[in-house]
């Protein structure tokens, strides 16, 4: 019988970022209308889309061998799983989101002491819930089905405990953070009977080295350039890199091609500076992956 790795895809808004990070990284997700159980294109992987919130039980359990979901949800399900790697990445950032503690603008409220008596809407209920008592701050926590934001602005309840990356939203729903909670972000996680398989282990392995891979290649993009011997030692000293840039002679020539690997967020100070100390011919190109 053929070895199967079972894996889980998050629903909702890390879907499509979740199947683009696949994609990058070598493996190719396609989702058939309403269908729960994609095609991908590794016949040793069967995939599973399942929401964030359920998928480390389904884990757990061993329904799955392996998930992508958000350690909020692992927290909250008090899940025992084993977490492969941490992989940050959403719908909006490649930053870690938080789970923070908002009311409206106008309320009274400035710490969580103030909150004794009052109501708090969630979704994140359990780890809400042991927050509050292990500060010995007596709170009511009610489950919040959505539109957890506008409940505070409408005094439905008197807090809300929502998650954000930038905090615009929370704002522009006439809320004031008050306290954050936890950093969340994308976990690969696994079963502990997977991960003793030595092949399932080897598998998920591999879908984690090359997910890292994809994420890391998304800050970084490749640069060459045309170098005199005159420029080179000059130009060598402006490049950061991973190690050290990639030199070599050009044909018959006083000249050198320099390729090397820089953040992206550097590049538009740097190809300036590079022009400016001789380089010619430079080209940026993005990379896939990088391990």
């Known amino acids: 019988m053929k070895s199967l790795l079972k894996i889980g895809i998050p629903k909702g808004s890390l879907q499509n970022a979740t199947i683009t990070l696949f994609k990058r990284s070598g493996w190719d997700i396609n989702v058939n209308g309403r269908s729960y ?17 359920e998928m480390s039980r389904y884990v757990e359990n061993g329904t799955l061998d392996a998930g992508l979901t958000g350690k909020d949800w692992i927290v909250e399900n008090n899940s025992d799983v084993h977490v492969v790697t941490d992989l940050i990445y959403s719908k909006v950032s490649s930053r870690p989101a938080r789970w923070i503690l908002a009311v409206p603008y106008d309320s009274p ?5 103030d909150l004794k008596g009052k109501k708090i809407a969630t979704e994140l209920v359990a780890f809400t819930k042991n927050y509050f008592q292990e500060r010995g701050i007596d709170v009511t926590v009610e489950f919040s089905w959505g539109a957890t934001e506008a409940k505070a602005v409408s005094g439905l309840t008197d807090a809300v405990v929502e998650v954000t990356e930038t905090g615009s939203t929370i704002k522009a ?29 080897k598998k998920i392995e591999q879908i984690s080295l090359l997910l890292k891979g994809a994420l890391l290649a998304e800050k970084l993009v490749g640069l060459k350039m045309n170098v005199s011997d005159k420029h080179l030692e000059k130009i060598v000293s402006l490049l950061p890199s991973l190690n050290a840039p990639t030199v070599s002679s050009l044909y018959n020539t006083n000249w050198y091609a320099v390729e090397t690997v820089v953040h992206s967020d550097i590049v538009r100070e740097l190809i300036p500076e590079l022009l400016k100390n001789g380089a010619e011919g430079i080209i940026e190109y993005p990379l896939n992956k990088v391990v």
């Not at 409220?109 to 002491?113: A, L, N, P, V």
């Open 173 to 201: 729903h006439g809320l004031r953070i008050i306290q954050d909670l936890m950093q969340t972000n994308t976990q690969l996680i696994a079963n502990h009977d997977a991960w003793k398989d030595s092949w399932k282990r």
């Open 109 to 113: 409220i400035k710490t969580i002491e």
């Open 37 to 53: 159980f994609p095609e991908i294109n590794d016949d040793s992987i069967e995939c599973a889309i399942c929401r964030a919130q």
